[in-house]
């Protein structure tokens, strides 16, 4: 599989039988829904159930909220407001349970590269395991209860992170996007739904959740996915052919390595650039790994979460651009 999927990620959306749902539940019965759960993630018969740290988001600074979004540990709703949401996120950050968003659970499983098998099968095992405890609402022709009702049935959400800028470049991604959903999937900005592709870098994710299975639904994203990636290695095949194309790339690498100062958005404009060349092997001294890494580090909340204070812009952006330097050089 090719280097254009960044992360998998799949999504259960679950409901306790026995209560409202969030949206329906004052702060006493939210804050008794979370530790249900809790209780029962700790307790349940699993090995990783220690591994796994229970987070109050009241608890959190405001750039600890948001670092939690920029490494798609959570969702821009999550943490837009505190009342009885609590994260249970495991150490290797591969699991983030978020209590109390739209729904009382969504379970999330996250792995870097085309991992889609490995992640349904770890969300179905610890989904399985909590409806032991929890008694999940289910009905028998709607399937799992959801507060949305397009997420009704499997209540699951699976998709890919993709890097496509020869596709971006071309301005191929609206015509696909329209294809997309006569297939049932739809394509997204970087952090889901109402957000805007940074980096070249869209989420791909299955659309329907009602009269379809689990398993089909992963099929159908992975078969999708091959065929968007054909398309993106076509589209980079013809382009790095292109004598200007690798001028962007290159400058995009010397302003990286020698910038003093450079904003985020900047910044990952030009590590997409870099990423690009990478992957069409105009450039063979930086590894993939190097630059996914970067573009997670040099986001604005998770660099002062990193730093543990609080930091200006200014000061963030002369950060920013050293964190780069040293790597790249």
């Known amino acids: 599989m090719s ?48 591994e796994f740290e229970a987070i109050e988001v009241r608890n959190l600074s405001e750039a600890q909220r948001i670092a939690l979004v920029e490494k798609h540990l959570v ?65 028998e022709k709607l399937g799992y209860l959801t507060q949305c009702p397009t997420n009704l049935g499997t209540g699951m959400r699976a998709s890919v992170m993709l890097h496509l800028p020869a596709l971006q470049k071309s301005r191929a991604i609206s015509r696909i996007s329209g294809n997309l959903q006569k297939l049932g999937l739809t394509i997204r900005g970087t952090y889901g739904e109402g957000t805007e592709p940074k980096g070249a870098m869209y989420q791909l994710s299955n659309q329907i959740t009602l009269g379809i299975s689990e398993k089909a639904a992963i099929e159908n994203l992975k078969n999708i996915t091959n065929q ?38 900047e910044a990952v404009k030009l590590l997409s650039e870099v990423r690009f060349g990478i992957e069409s092997k105009v450039i063979k001294d930086i590894d993939l790994d190097t630059v996914d890494k970067l573009i997670s580090d040099i986001q604005p909340a998770t660099i002062m979460e990193n730093k543990k204070e609080k930091i200006s812009p200014h000061d963030r952006d002369i950060l920013r651009a050293g964190i780069i330097s040293e790597r790249l050089n």
Do not use: W
Not at 14 to 32: D, M
Not at 38 to 49: F, G, R, T
Not at 112 to 134: I, M, N, Q, R, W
Not at 241 to 253: A, G, P, W, Y
């Open 228 to 265: 968007l990636v054909a398309q993106e290695l076509q589209a980079q095949e013809r382009m790095i052919k292109n004598i200007e194309t690798q001028d962007v790339i290159f400058r995009s690498l010397g302003v990286l390595k020698y910038a003093k100062t450079i904003s985020c958005d």
């Open 3 to 50: 280097n254009s999927v960044m992360l998998t990620r799949v999504r259960l959306a679950r409901n306790l039988k026995k209560y409202p749902f969030p949206c329906r539940l004052n702060t006493a019965g939210k804050n008794q829904v979370a530790k249900e759960i809790v209780d029962a993630i700790k307790n349940c018969n699993s090995p990783v159930a220690k």
């Open 75 to 139: 969702s821009p709703e999550f943490i837009s407001d505190s009342n009885g949401r609590v994260l249970v996120l495991s150490k290797d950050q591969t699991i983030s349970i978020m209590i109390n968003e739209e729904d009382h659970l969504r379970l999330q499983v996250i792995y870097k590269g085309f991992e889609l098998d490995k992640a349904y099968d770890t969300a179905d095992k610890l989904d399985t395991l909590l409806d032991e405890v929890l008694d999940f609402a289910f009905d």
